[in-house]
């Protein structure tokens, strides 16, 4: 059995709140959760569970469902979207292939 996911207030509150806009999205369009879904190519399950901010649904979706709603993602349109895509592939470029845990071994001194 799959053991629940224990998340930070915050993320649960984050996940809430951008259900709750998806919801409040779809509604203002005149969309059912079945025909929302059929444009993000998901079950009206999924959207229902977007909607409620159930943690385990699929990001792309989540993402998907906005861009089809017109919500912005990242605090930028459409357009920038590409740019700072551009701008963090550079910066992760520059830092190391993989993160290492710093070692906490103390030194031997016993000569």
Known sequence: MKQAQSLSSQATDALATFGAMI?????????TAAEL???VSVSRGVIQRLE???????IGAAFEAAIVLGLPLF????TQL???RS??????ALLPKRAFQASQAKPDNDF
């Not at 409040?24 to 969309?31: E, K, L, S």
């Not at 701008?87 to 992760?92: G, H, I, S, T, V």
């Open 23 to 31: 919801r409040a999205a779809r509604v203002q369009r005149g969309m």
């Open 87 to 92: 701008q963090k592939e550079a910066m992760n």
């Open 75 to 78: 605090d930028v349109d459409a």
């Open 82 to 84: 590409g740019t700072l």
């Open 37 to 39: 879904g059929a444009r």
């Open 52 to 58: 409620a901010g159930e943690p385990g649904t699929a």
